[in-house]
């Protein structure tokens, strides 16, 4: 499957609703036994997720001769059309689930320099907490800690989309607890080969020069 190094979905435009649906799903076989009981078995650790984005509002216009402006229904339908459909997997900034702070990816042990970033969250007081991989980091903004000072240098964020990694060139010593205020996105696909673009109004072109 192909993928589009740090690619985002567009971020910006405009109109999206505040009906935004986050579904996250999981796979559990339920086998029922001739007594009733029932015998359940969950074949992935972690959960999938799915978006529904409603958009009530997307202009399109023909830019003017001076301008490379393309219409909000044109960026979304290029870039749809760029991943090929469900092809090609790319990166989603999620505006309500992007941040945990102080997370720990882990405690040096004088040896270990390798350390996998999850974010955690959930209802603590309860215990009803999920840790998961981080898809991608966002390394412009999220600043990793070593007892609670921060590094600016001496590590890399390494691996692969879905299985990300604060790797420190030096291990850091026993007993140091590595946090982070951690920033990411999430490693995403369109859920289906075609979609829907609906258009229901149109704009003037921008303004020359903007």
């Not at 999981?26 to 029932?38: A, D, I, K």
């Not at 829907?196 to 109004?201: A, C, H, L, P």
Request: hydrophobic share 40%; aromatic share 14%; glycine share 8%.
């Amino acid at each position: 499957m192909a993928t589009f190094a740090n690619i985002l979905y567009p971020p910006n435009l405009p109109g999206l609703a505040f009906n935004v649906v986050r579904r996250p799903k999981g796979n559990t076989v339920v086998q029922t036994h001739v007594s009733g009981r029932e015998t359940r078995l969950g074949y992935w650790t972690y959960p999938l997720y799915e978006w529904d984005l409603t958009y009530s509002v997307l202009r399109d216009f023909k830019p003017c001769p001076t301008s490379l402006i393309l219409s909000e229904l044109k960026r979304l339908e290029g870039f749809f059309l760029a991943m090929q459909g469900s092809l090609t997997e790319f990166f989603f900034y999620d505006p309500d689930d992007n941040f945990v702070a102080n997370q720990v990816p882990g405690t040096g042990d004088g040896t270990t320099t390798d350390f996998l970033v999850v974010p955690t969250w959930g209802d603590a007081s309860y215990g009803a907490t999920v840790t998961e991989p981080v898809a991608n980091v966002n390394q412009n903004a999220t600043k990793f800690c070593l007892n609670g000072i921060p590094q600016l240098t001496g590590y890399t964020v390494t691996g692969n989309a879905g299985l990300q990694y604060v790797s420190f060139a030096t291990p850091p010593d026993s007993g140091v607890v590595i946090t982070a205020n951690l920033f990411f996105n999430f490693f995403v696909r369109f859920k289906e080969d075609s979609l829907d673009f609906e258009k229901f109004s149109a704009a003037p072109a921008p303004a020359s020069g903007h």
